[in-house]
């Protein structure tokens, strides 16, 4: 859909946790994962966020829309600067270096704070590992 503003999805509610719903996450791929909430974060960025992150649904919303990997939130954030800031390495930052897109995202800078990915991994302190495979598609960034 073509929904605007700060409106709640079934997909927002999912991925925040207040409901299931008995979807499964075959159905997930159906649902609108473009659509703004809460304080302009989409539902990407919520999932990357969360303390316990679904890598199956990460993985559906990397495969089924791609585009999203570079949709920036009010701060200019991408899924790629949130998974970072919340120090979520190893696959989930593999998956969203995968794509094109996902690429696209270490070479974007947050509006607010002009910090590109590898500033926003340096002060969350991820490793060695992940500062070299941002750098490996962005040599520039530094």
Same mark, same amino acid.
């Given at each position: ?77 991408? !899924?790629? %600067? &949130? =998974? ?11 998956? /969203? $270096? #995968? ?17 590109? !990915?590898? %500033? &926003? =991994? ?11 495979? /941002? $750098? #490996? ?6």
């Amino acid at each position: 859909g073509s929904n605007k503003g700060n409106a709640e999805t079934v997909m927002h509610a999912v991925v925040d946790g207040t409901t299931r719903s008995g979807m499964s996450t075959e159905e997930l791929r159906f649902l609108d994962r473009g659509m703004q909430i809460r304080d302009g974060a989409y539902p990407l960025h919520m999932l990357l966020a969360g303390p316990n992150v679904d890598i199956e649904m990460v993985e559906n919303f990397i495969v089924e829309a791609p585009d999203t990997s570079v949709l920036g939130d009010k701060f200019g954030r991408t !899924p790629l %600067h &949130v =998974a970072l800031e919340n120090r979520k390495e190893g696959l989930i930052i593999d998956m /969203l $270096l #995968l794509t094109e897109e996902g690429r696209k995202a270490t070479r974007m800078s947050t509006t607010q704070k002009e910090n590109l !990915p590898i %500033h &926003v =991994a340096a002060a969350a302190g991820c490793s060695v590992q992940v500062a070299k495979a /941002l $750098l #490996l598609i962005h040599p520039n960034a530094i």
